[in-house]
Nanobody, 127 residues
Framework: QVQLVESGGGLVQTGGSLRLSCAAS????????MGWFRQAPGKEREFVAV???????????DCADSVKGRFTISRDNAKNTVYLQMNSLKSEDTAVYYC?????????????????WGQGTQVTVSS
């Protein structure tokens, strides 16, 4: 069982930055695929970013086109933590952001690929 706890959300002005953190429990964090999703009011949960474990090769990060060049996903295995650095925030980035973990995933773009979820953290971007 893996428990995920997000933090770092809040209110920020357009063009500002936030860094979300997701702390994971368990001793196998390094082999977990980790993702970030978000859900705005009245909308479905959507993929934001993923960092996949590839075994001996290391990790591969990917993100949605809507955040490419602005958001960066990273991880610190020593701290069992995954991060989402969000720069140049826009009003359309306003959502609840969720951290997710999966033991076996494909590309990691679909919420159904993940086994564990955090409770979410609110990000509000004001103009």
């Amino acid at each position: 069982q893996v428990q995920l706890v997000e933090s770092g959300g809040g209110l920020v002005q357009t063009g500002g930055s936030l860094r979300l953190s997701c702390a994971a429990s368990g001793r196998t964090f390094s082999s977990l695929h980790m993702g970030w999703f978000r859900q705005a009011p009245g909308k479905e949960r959507e993929f934001v970013a993923v960092i996949r474990w590839t075994g001996g090769i290391g990790y591969i990060a990917d993100c949605a086109d809507s955040v490419k060049g602005r958001f960066t996903i990273s991880r610190d295995n020593a701290k069992n933590t995954v991060y989402l650095q969000m720069n140049s925030l826009k009003s359309e980035d306003t959502a609840v952001y969720y951290c997710a973990a999966g033991r076996r995933i494909g590309a990691g773009y679909a919420a159904s690929e993940y086994d564990y979820w955090g409770q979410g953290t609110q990000v509000t971007v004001s103009s």
